[in-house]
């Protein structure tokens, strides 16, 4: 359905560098049609350097609000007069909501996540080790998001063993959960499954166009006492995915949170429950079509 743009329409959009991939605008428009909801969500292509100029025509265009992505989303937050405790953990935001000249920054990537195992996978983090494959800012999302749920043990395993340490530092210091980095080895995963009932694939390995590639992991160790998310939804069912299966994993894909994490912004900007079924089916659209 086409969105009727009238004197009155509410603007929300993208900020991104690029944003041409994005499946954003097609989720987001199609829930704001479903419901005759008088809003447009637009993509913009944000350079760097013009991210500050950019922030400031939130106000000044009086956008309702925006999301943020690759590069912008640790980047933005000195441009903000307020930031969630959960942008503050995380260190980045996803989410911009503009209430009367105030920007405020939300991350929704980690609560999206938390509500796709939920509703996706039927999984509660609560009390459960968890392994962490990658560092990056979606890694650092998911394990803000997991320690705040109540995961007792997060496992980080990184190509750049530093980073894994810092984050595993950062959480122990500042979240209730216990966090340790470790090699990312076949023998030191092996080791680790044993004890883990949640994997969270986090690198962008085995994305389209690259996705016959997979991150090395000792999928002989996997069984049905795990579940394996992998946070790429391009293709939803990745490599990575479909060995975790062959062992006998259960498997959720990346579709899952950026519907969810799109659904937040969804409800922070316009105070209405998400069409979740219509912004699935524009996700699935959108895959069909690349
Ligand atoms: P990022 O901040 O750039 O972090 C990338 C991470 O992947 C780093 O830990 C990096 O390790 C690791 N990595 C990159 N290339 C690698 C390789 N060839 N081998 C091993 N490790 C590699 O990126 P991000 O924002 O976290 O995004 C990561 C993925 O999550 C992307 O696929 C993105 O699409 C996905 N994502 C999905 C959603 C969703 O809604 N489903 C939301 C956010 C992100 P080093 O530290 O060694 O560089």
Redesign the pocket.
């Known amino acids: 359905m086409q969105v009727k743009i009238k004197g009155t329409t509410k603007i929300c959009g993208l900020f991104g560098y690029p944003v041409e991939h994005s499946f954003s605008p097609a989720m987001q428009n199609a829930a704001f049609s479903s419901l005759l909801l008088d809003f447009v969500y637009v993509p913009f292509t944000v350079a760097p350097g013009d991210l500050a100029q950019a922030v400031r025509a939130v106000r000044a265009l009086n956008l309702v609000g925006v999301n943020v992505t690759?590069p912008h989303k640790e980047k933005v937050l000195p441009f903000l007069d307020e930031l969630t405790p959960e942008a503050q953990l995380t260190g980045a935001v996803n989410t911009i909501v503009h209430i009367e000249g105030r920007l405020v920054g939300h991350n929704t990537?980690g609560a999206?996540f938390l509500r796709a195992l939920r509703e996706e996978a039927g999984f509660s983090p609560a009390g459960k080790n968890v392994l962490v494959l990658?560092?990056?800012?979606?890694?650092r999302a998911v394990a803000v998001a997991l320690a705040g749920a109540g995961a007792q043990e997060i496992s980080i395993a990184?190509?750049?063993a530093q980073?894994a340490q810092e984050l595993a530092r950062e959480l122990n210091e500042r979240t209730p959960a216990k966090a340790r980095a470790i090699f990312w080895s076949a023998r030191h995963l092996g080791e680790v499954l044993g004890n883990v009932q949640l994997i969270v694939q986090?690198?962008?390995?085995g994305?389209t166009p690259g996705r016959e590639q997979c991150?090395s992991f000792p999928f002989h160790c996997l069984g049905r006492e795990h579940l394996v998310c992998d946070?790429?939804?391009n293709p939803p069912m990745t490599k990575f995915l479909e060995r975790a299966r062959e062992a006998g994993a259960a498997v959720s894909s990346?579709l899952g949170?950026?519907l969810h994490?799109g659904a937040l912004a969804f409800e922070l900007w316009t105070g209405k429950n998400a069409p979740l079924e219509v912004m699935r089916r524009a996700l699935l659209e959108q895959l069909q079509e690349r």
């Open positions: 690759v990537d999206g990658g560092a990056g800012g979606a890694a990184n190509r750049t980073r986090t690198t962008p390995v994305m991150p946070l790429i939804y990346g949170m950026l994490q």
